[in-house]
């Protein structure tokens, strides 16, 4: 079973609207939380990792944030742009090597 | 700097062909990684290294085997192609353990299908 679960699998907004996407984790023990973004036909691209002290990032446009009490973290997308169509991943590491990565929600950016 | 480069991009093979793929980074970084990506599924990890001539088994190990003779390269072997290892396959890179919020560097990928 993926430790590491993710919401809604795609989603489809219009161009300048806002979205959120969900990431629900049962990875233990914690070290960080990252989220990634991948565009067709790339590799993953990191876009912000945070601690469980941290409860919030930002990246330009993106936000991140992180509630260590309920496992759950949530990247937020402001004023969505064409160049933002792409998978978006989110990855729990524990106090080791391993990452665990969720299967990622697609997102579609439309005119 | 080109970061991490895989060669090949595209590669189809034949049940029982053999073949290799080449990871490189240019970053000096001492961690590498090769993982798996099949749809509807996270990335796995297949095997990893943590320096110069060393390698370790990830979650997926069976069917690969990899090299790191040189810091900068990674080499994933698959000796006898079996059509459940058709896949994406991304390489990566990192100067320090991911636990400790060091950055995973990804490659572009390698698309490998086996008939």
């Known amino acids: 079973k993926n430790q590491v679960e993710q919401s809604p699998q795609s989603l489809i907004i219009l161009e300048g609207k806002n979205c959120t996407l969900q990431?629900?984790?049962?990875?233990?023990?914690?070290?960080?939380l990252r989220w990634y973004k991948q565009d067709t036909g790339r590799g993953p691209v990191s876009l912000t990792i945070?601690?469980?002290?941290?409860n919030t990032k930002s990246n330009g446009r993106y936000t991140a944030t992180l509630d260590a009490d309920t496992k759950q973290s949530s990247l937020h997308i402001t004023a969505s742009q064409l160049s933002d169509s792409a998978s978006y991943i989110c990855?729990?590491?524990?106090?080791?090597?391993?990452?665990?990565f969720g299967a990622g929600t697609t997102v579609t950016v439309r005119a | 700097n080109a970061g991490v480069t895989q060669t090949p991009k595209f590669r189809v093979l034949k049940t029982g062909q053999s073949m290799t793929l080449l990871c490189a980074q240019d970053?000096?970084?001492?961690?590498m990684y090769w993982y798996r990506q099949d749809p509807g599924m996270g990335l796995r990890l297949i095997h990893y290294?943590?320096?110069?001539?060393?390698?370790a088994k990830g979650e997926v190990p069976d069917g690969y085997n990899v090299s790191r003779l040189k810091k900068q390269n990674f080499l994933l072997g698959l000796e006898s192609a079996a059509p459940s290892q058709t896949s994406v396959y991304f390489c990566?890179?990192?100067?320090?353990?991911?636990?400790?919020?060091?950055?995973?560097?990804f490659g572009p990928g390698t698309r490998l299908t086996v008939t």
């Open positions: 970053m000096n970084h001492e961690y």
């Open positions: 990431c629900n984790y049962t990875v233990s023990p914690f070290s960080n």
């Open positions: 945070m601690t469980f002290s941290e």
């Open positions: 990566a890179s990192s100067y320090g353990l991911a636990a400790r919020s060091y950055e995973q560097y």
């Open positions: 990855v729990v590491s524990r106090n080791d090597y391993k990452l665990s």
């Open positions: 290294s943590v320096g110069e001539g060393t390698t």
